[in-house]
């Protein structure tokens, strides 16, 4: 069965610094989502991608965060100066399609931690 | 606004019996509902959705939902538990206001089976 997959599984980071999450999402998807969860809260939209262009963001999506489709199949998730506050699993998901009724798919996270 | 709300942080059940995790919904119009389980160290898995149709809605690893609409509510089931079903299970609703149906996670309730 097809699968999200993100790299890598856990990142850690000195405040300031850039980082760059990956996911490759399941072939046939053209829809594609950035989520996370700071511990103990709840998962929270980022940023929706669709043709190569953002279709929504977050409050949170602030201009630290950037995303990138840089290839066929690779989607990105850039934070270039990472905060405390960044700490956080970050989930990425694809659909076929954006109507109500698609199911969005989930990678497995990313874990970071900013010290 | 659209929403959902999991009352309870932690359900206990002793494997072979019944298991019920609880969701009430508040969105306008038709709602899309989704169950996701987070398993130790994986990522979110879709379980089942509901769309339309059948109030009862059957999904993955022998789990059930039942869509109720006067109590607005989307309880997740199970005729006999399993030690294996022990994970995070979250509620969702899609955003259909958001551009990119983005999904609204409830808080998670955290399911244990004991032996």
């Known amino acids: 069965e097809p699968e999200v997959t993100q790299t890598p599984s856990h990142q850690v980071t000195q405040m300031g610094q850039e980082v760059i999450l990956r996911c490759v999402p399941i072939s046939n998807h053209l829809y594609f989502y950035w989520y996370r969860q700071i511990l103990g809260q709840k998962v929270e939209f980022l940023v929706s991608f669709y043709n190569n262009e953002i279709s929504e963001k977050s409050e949170i999506f602030d201009d630290q965060f950037s995303v990138e489709r840089p290839d066929g199949s690779n989607f990105t998730l850039k934070i270039r100066s990472t905060k405390l506050e960044d700490s956080a699993m970050y989930f990425c998901a694809s659909s076929e399609g954006s109507a109500g009724q698609e199911t969005q798919y989930f990678g497995p996270g990313t874990r970071l931690l900013v010290l | 606004a659209q929403s959902v709300a999991q009352p309870e942080d932690q359900v206990n059940v002793a494997e072979g019996n019944p298991l019920t995790v609880k969701c009430t919904y508040s969105?306008?119009?038709?709602?899309?509902l989704f169950w996701y389980v987070q398993y130790p160290n994986r990522g979110l898995q879709f379980l089942l959705k509901?769309?339309?149709?059948?109030?009862l809605v059957k999904g993955s690893y022998g789990f059930e939902a039942e869509f109720n609409k006067s109590q607005t509510s989307f309880h997740l089931k199970k005729p006999s538990a399993l030690v294996s079903d022990s994970a995070l299970y979250f509620c969702?609703?899609?955003?259909?206001?958001?551009?990119?149906?983005?999904?609204?996670f409830g808080s998670g309730t955290r399911l244990s089976i004991r032996p």
């Open positions: 969105v306008s119009g038709n709602p899309y």
């Open positions: 969702a609703v899609r955003d259909l206001y958001s551009s990119a149906s983005k999904i609204i």
């Open positions: 509901y769309i339309t149709g059948d109030n």
